[in-house]
Every structure is written in structure tokens, then in C-alpha cells.
Nanobody, 128 residues
């Protein structure tokens, strides 16, 4: 069983920065890839970024490449999403999720169905 709690969301001006955190419980954290997804009003949940269990390898959706950075601290059971140069279109509820396991491939981690634990979400609003 893994419990995930996101924090760090809020209101930020376009061009600003925000760091989201996701604290995880459970002994399997370091063995699991972790992902960030987001869902804007009226839109489907979409993949943002993922990081391998041991860290190092990462994937990003094209719209956030060069602006967002995913990282993790396995000693603290926490995964982060550093958001820089934010845009109004980044406004959404952001969710962290723990991957079920398997090869760390983009084709897998981009699918929400490859994750079995989700946080409650944290709202990020970017004003123009």
C-alpha cells in the first residue's frame, strides 16, 4: 500500500516558478517509478513527467520540456516537480502517481493505467 500526498500548489504569475512535492508512505517507494499528471477543467488527465525508481532517467511531455524538472529523494520518500517559466496553460490540478512496475519506457509511463496509486491532487493556477 502506498499513500501519496501532494503539496506546493497555489497561484503564480506567468513566468514565475513553483515547486510541487509529493510525499509517499510505504516501503516500496524507491523501487517504483513516479509520475506527475495534470488535469485542466474540461480536459482529460494528461502525463507531465516521470522518473525512474532509482532516479536519473526521466521523461517529459513536450509542452513542459526545458521548463519543468522532476526529481526525487528516496531517503525522504518524496518526489518533486520544479516548474519554471510557467504559462497560463499550465493551470490544472496536478497529481503524483506511483507506477505499478515494469520497464521504464515512455510508452508505458505516459499511460495513467500503468499507475496504481494516486495522490489527491494540488491546484496550480497561473495568472496572465
Amino acid at each position: 500500500q502506498v499513500q501519496l500526498v501532494e503539496s506546493g500548489g497555489g497561484l503564480v504569475q506567468a513566468g514565475g516558478s513553483l515547486r510541487l512535492s509529493c510525499a509517499a508512505s510505504g516501503r516500496t517507494f524507491s523501487s517504483r517509478a513516479m509520475g506527475w499528471f495534470r488535469q485542466a477543467p474540461g480536459k482529460e488527465r494528461e502525463f507531465v513527467a516521470a522518473i525512474r525508481g532509482s532516479g536519473g532517467a526521466t521523461y517529459y511531455t513536450d509542452s513542459v520540456k526545458g521548463r519543468f524538472t522532476i526529481s526525487r529523494d528516496n531517503a525522504k520518500n518524496t518526489v518533486y516537480l520544479e516548474m519554471n517559466s510557467v504559462k497560463p496553460e499550465d493551470t490544472a490540478v496536478y497529481y503524483c502517481a506511483a507506477n505499478k512496475g515494469g520497464p521504464f519506457l515512455f510508452s508505458r509511463v505516459v499511460r495513467s493505467t500503468s499507475y496504481d496509486y494516486w495522490g489527491q491532487g494540488t491546484q496550480v493556477t497561473v495568472s496572465s
